[in-house]
């Protein structure tokens, strides 16, 4: 079992930046892929950006293609996604997720999932 926990999220104003973080713990040993997914009231859960475990290839959803960055550093076993130029609607929860497939988009495709961190971007 994998075990992850984000942190990061909070109120920011639209135009602004946020750093989400997510560590993971358990049986790490394992070469994941890591993945960001957010999920708006009344919507349904969304990719956002993924990378493989060497960091090497990154692929992100269009709508965040641009402003997000997602990165890793396994000696420390954790992923962020820095987000910047945040607009309203990306207000919604964020989950971290592991996955054994290399850089899944696909949500049925992760095999861990974290409880989730609150974003709101006020406009």
């Known amino acids: 079992q994998v075990q992850l926990v984000e942190s990061g999220g909070g109120l920011v104003q639209a135009g602004g930046s946020l750093r989400l973080s997510c560590v993971a713990s358990?049986?790490?040993?394992?070469?994941?892929?890591m993945g960001w997914f957010r999920q708006a009231p009344g919507k349904e859960r969304e990719f956002v950006a993924a990378?493989?475990?060497?960091?090497?290839?990154?692929f992100y959803a269009d709508s965040v293609k641009g402003r997000f960055t997602i990165s890793r550093d396994n000696a420390k076993k954790m992923v962020f996604l820095q987000m910047d130029s945040l607009r309203p609607e990306d207000t919604a929860v964020y989950y971290c997720?592991?996955?054994?497939?290399?850089?899944?988009?696909?949500?049925?495709?992760?095999?861990?999932w974290g409880q989730g961190t609150q974003v709101t971007v006020s406009s």
């Open positions: 990378l493989n475990w060497s960091g090497g290839s990154a």
């Open positions: 358990g049986r790490t040993g394992s070469t994941y892929s």
């Open positions: 997720a592991a996955s054994g497939v290399e850089a899944p988009t696909r949500g049925r495709d992760y095999h861990y």
